[in-house]
Structures are given as C-alpha cells and as structure tokens.
C-alpha cells in the first residue's frame, strides 16, 4: 500500500513536511514523548511518526484536531484538562509557520524573478554589442 506522496505537487510535499515539523517542534516543546502524545489524543505512535515526517497526506483535519488536543492538554491527577496558556495554542503556531512558509515562498519568487529581469539586461546588451560590431567584423572581410 502506498502512501499517496509520489502523487502530490512539490508545494504539498513542502506543506507537508512543514505541517510535521510544527507538530514535532510544539511537541518536543513540551517534553512529550511521540508514545506520550498518541496516548493522550488516542492516534499510533506511528501515525505521529510519519505526520512529523511529511509522510502522512491521508490524514484529515479531525486527526490533527486530537493532535492538538492532546498537545495543549496537561494531566493533573490523572484527568486531562486543557492546559494553561503559557504560550499560543497549536493552532496558532500552525498558522504563524505556514504564513511564514508563503512569505518566503513569495520571496524566492521575487528574487527569482529579479535574478531574470537582470539576466534578461545583460543579454539584451551583449546582443546590442554584437549587432554594434558586426558591420566592422563584415566590412573587414
């Protein structure tokens, strides 16, 4: 059974690999074990392995719901309450990396872009020079 990344566009790929590495930053952030954190929102070790490995496009928007469930949660005498906020909530974590993520994505293209413009200068000038020196190069002749 294959897990469906050999059919996704590069900027899924990338979204993907982002999206887990969130995960695992705010887990890791709270000292959470990946076994820790699939008992607390009742996933499989191996299903946070391969979400924080960008090797989980079949997973839906409930799924990563008691990802986060189970990341914002603490355990006080055995019953699970939402846990103080000492810091934003994953959610807004996942927000503020995926907005970074396109600012730099708009970047690159602006850069891009702009490595072209320049490149596109100097050619147009090497083809004026040449066309400039080819009535000399031929009257010689």
Do not use: C, Y
Not at 88 to 113: D, M, N, Q, S
């Amino acid at each position: 059974m294959g897990d469906g990344l050999n059919q996704l566009d590069p900027l899924t790929l990338d979204a993907l690999r982002a999206l887990g590495s969130v995960f695992e930053g705010m887990r890791r952030s709270r000292g959470m074990s990946q076994r820790r954190l699939a008992i607390r929102s009742g996933l499989s070790q191996s299903t946070i392995s391969r979400l924080e490995a960008g090797k989980a496009p079949w997973l839906r928007a409930e799924t990563l719901a008691r990802l986060l469930a189970g990341i914002d949660q603490v355990i006080d005498e055995g019953q699970p309450r939402h846990r103080e906020a000492t810091g934003p909530p994953g959610w807004e974590l996942l927000v503020r990396r995926f907005e970074f993520a396109r600012r730099v994505r708009e970047t690159e293209v602006i850069v891009h872009a702009r490595r072209i413009e320049k490149t596109s200068v100097l050619l147009d000038a090497i083809a004026e020079r040449e066309v400039a020196r080819s009535p000399e190069i031929s009257s010689e002749t």
